[in-house]
């Protein structure tokens, strides 16, 4: 069974829009749930969540994690090209990391 | 230079045949990890090191070996490879377990 799920598979938006990705989990006790983007080679780090309802960010991207309703978003707003990637989320439960299957993102010019 | 390494970059093999990947990170992170990314599956932990001659299995350590008996370190081995194991195998290393960077990744074909 899939401990995180990552949705949509794949999206497709143009240049400006907003859109925010989900990431649901079923493991209850971890240390941790990160972001990562990865375009052509390897994943790159973007957030760590820890705590429920604390918001991160880092100019155009930010992170929130509901550890009562099991889900994490990424939200992403005034995308630009650059932004086109596989955005990974995953769970840290302290002696496994387990990784979604990634939400591909498209931004068109 | 500064960094992760991996190598080779690219392996082709044949069925029974052993391989080891190597990876290399100049930070001296204690952590370093493995991992292999397959098309509906993500990418899956194979081992991970604390430390150096300190490694625990990850969610699909069989068929692997690996060791750790330098910091900077951490080869992977496949002792007899099989088709299944043809992947992109992904080497990170992190000063905690949540700070990884990731390595260039290795594409292995068992044939």
């Known amino acids: 069974e899939d401990k995180v799920v990552q949705s949509p598979l794949s999206l497709v938006v143009h240049e400006g829009d907003t859109v925010t990705l989900n990431c649901s989990y079923e493991?209850?006790?971890?240390?941790?749930l990160l972001w990562y983007k990865q375009e052509k080679k390897a994943p790159t780090f973007l957030f760590m969540l820890?705590?429920?309802?604390i918001e991160k960010k880092s100019g155009r991207l930010s992170s929130i994690l509901d550890k009562k309703e099991l889900f994490s978003i990424l939200n992403i707003t005034a995308t630009q090209t650059g932004d086109s990637a596989i955005y990974l989320c995953?769970?840290?439960?302290?002696?496994?990391?387990?990784f979604g299957t990634g939400t591909s993102l498209t931004v068109i010019p | 230079d500064a960094g992760i390494t991996q190598s080779p970059r690219y392996k082709i093999t044949e069925t029974g045949r052993q391989v080891t990947l190597m990876c290399h990170q100049t930070?001296?992170?204690?952590?370093m990890f493995w991992y292999r990314q397959d098309l509906g599956h993500g990418l899956r932990l194979i081992y991970y090191?604390?430390?150096?001659?300190?490694?625990d299995k990850g969610e699909v350590p069989d068929g692997y070996v690996v060791s750790r008996s330098k910091t900077e370190n951490f080869p992977l081995t496949l002792e007899s490879a099989t088709r299944s194991q043809t992947s992109v195998y992904f080497c990170?290393?992190?000063?905690?377990?949540?700070?990884?960077?990731f390595g260039p990744g290795t594409r292995l074909l068992v044939l």
């Open positions: 990170a290393s992190g000063s905690a377990q949540e700070t990884q960077y």
């Open positions: 493991v209850t006790n971890f240390r941790s």
């Open positions: 820890t705590s429920s309802g």
């Open positions: 995953a769970l840290n439960t302290g002696n496994q990391f387990y």
């Open positions: 930070w001296s992170h204690s952590y």
């Open positions: 090191s604390a430390a150096a001659d300190i490694t």
